[in-house]
């Protein structure tokens, strides 16, 4: 019974799935972004310091 009710779910959460998708973008592009900053901070900071 739970197996039949699996397919018919994605039909009307297509447009959810890809809201949650872009949004799941956003946070990789978000933790991408700050750990490459980390990264060249902390790589100014060895070679300054």
Do not use: D, N
Request: aromatic residues 12%.
């Amino acid at each position: 019974m739970h197996i039949e009710t699996v397919p018919v779910t994605p039909a009307p959460a297509s447009p959810s799935h890809q809201k949650l998708l872009r949004g799941r973008l956003r946070q990789l592009a978000w933790i991408s972004a700050v750990t490459l900053s980390v990264a060249f901070w902390t790589g100014l900071y060895f070679l300054v310091f």
